[in-house]
């Protein structure tokens, strides 16, 4: 099984692909560098609970559904 940060990344490499953002333009909407971003998709770093909540109201999505993976 991976770690949930590996988990979460790859979750949120999906949802920005699927709302047709690039990594820059998600960093920009959410004040965070785009280097943050790809190290959260690839499951290096990790969000804050503010970097979360940021993620969740600018995709509009609820927050656990960052948490809904497929199992593998």
Known sequence: MKDLSYKFGKRLQKIR????????????????????IGLMERGV?????????KLSETLKIPVYKFFQFDDE
């Not at 770093?45 to 909540?53: A, D, I, R, V």
Request: charged share 30%; no cysteine; hydrophobic share 35%.
């Open 45 to 53: 770093n990790s969000p804050s609970f503010k970097t979360l909540e």
């Open 17 to 36: 692909k699927e709302k047709g953002l690039t990594q820059l333009e998600l960093a920009e909407m959410i004040d965070v560098s785009s280097d943050f």
